[in-house]
């Protein structure tokens, strides 16, 4: 597995545990909520990723999440399970703000992940969101 995609991973529980119970920011970009042995195995690269995935999108969550309302359809925002959501918000925080990440790769990547996580139909879900917000960022 590529270790963008166990940043995109590591950044995606994260924001889940973020946003679930309320984890401090500096204890997420410590990866303090990882067992020692598992943090340990790291690399460098991949915890740079993942804490540029994580800082990003919560620095710019008003925005994110603007973005991901303005693009549901018939769903509420509240209603929206915390998987899916932290899936959608680090690929919204992609599609918006790393714009020299190809739009098809942060999309592909965020599928992959809401397959390995999600609910049954997640990935479907959060590919027509995610499209959704890079089409609009495409035509501004």
Avoid: C
């Amino acid at each position: 597995m590529a270790s963008r995609r166990k940043a995109r991973i590591l950044a995606f529980q994260a924001l889940y545990a973020w946003d679930a119970s309320g984890t401090a920011v500096k204890d997420l970009l410590a990866f303090s909520w990882i067992d020692d042995d598992k943090r340990s195995t790291l690399d460098e690269e991949l915890k740079v990723f993942a804490r540029l995935l994580i800082a990003g999108t919560i620095e710019n969550i008003e925005e994110v999440d603007r973005q991901i309302k303005a693009h549901l359809q018939n769903w509420s925002f509240e209603r929206l399970k915390k998987v899916d959501l932290a899936i959608l918000r680090i690929g919204a925080y992609s599609l918006l703000f790393q714009r020299d990440i190809p739009a098809q790769i942060t999309i592909d990547e965020a599928i992959e992940i809401a397959k390995e996580y999600g609910s049954e139909d997640s990935y479907r879900f959060i590919n027509g969101v995610l499209d959704g917000i890079w089409k609009a960022a495409e035509s501004r």
